[in-house]
Nanobody, 123 residues
Framework: QVQLVETGGGLVQAGGSLRLSCAAS????????MGWFRQAPGKEREFVAA????????YYSDSVKGRFTIARDNAKNTVYLQMNSLKPEDTAVYYC????????????????WGQGTQVTVSS
């Protein structure tokens, strides 16, 4: 059984930084494509970033490109999301996700999810 546990959320002022972590267990982490998604109140969940199994390929939504960085440490079974220059519109619950199969795009096909961690950016 796959478990994904996110940590690192919190309250930060606009312009600040946070780093989210997601620890995975239950399946071979290095074989999974990992991703981050977020859901703001009253909105649908949206893709934020993804990283390939070995970490050589990354993909970002336009709204976070240049501000957020996804990275992984396969020795620690952990994926990270470094968030810089945070804006109030980044406020959301952030979810870690994993995919062990193939998918049409880097942002689709995720089938394992964490419980989420709240990020709140004040203006």
């Amino acid at each position: 059984q796959v478990q994904l546990v996110e940590t690192g959320g919190g309250l930060v002022q606009a312009g600040g930084s946070l780093r989210l972590s997601c620890a995975a267990s239950g399946r071979t982490f290095s074989s999974a494509t990992m991703g981050w998604f977020r859901q703001a109140p009253g909105k649908e969940r949206e893709f934020v970033a993804a990283i390939s199994q070995g970490g050589s390929s990354t993909y970002y939504s336009d709204s976070v490109k240049g501000r957020f960085t996804i990275a992984r440490d396969n020795a620690k079974n952990t994926v990270y999301l470094q968030m810089n220059s945070l804006k109030p519109e980044d406020t959301a619950v952030y979810y870690c996700a994993a995919r062990w199969g193939t998918a049409a795009t880097m942002r689709t096909g995720f089938d394992s999810w964490g419980q989420g961690t709240q990020v709140t950016v004040s203006s």
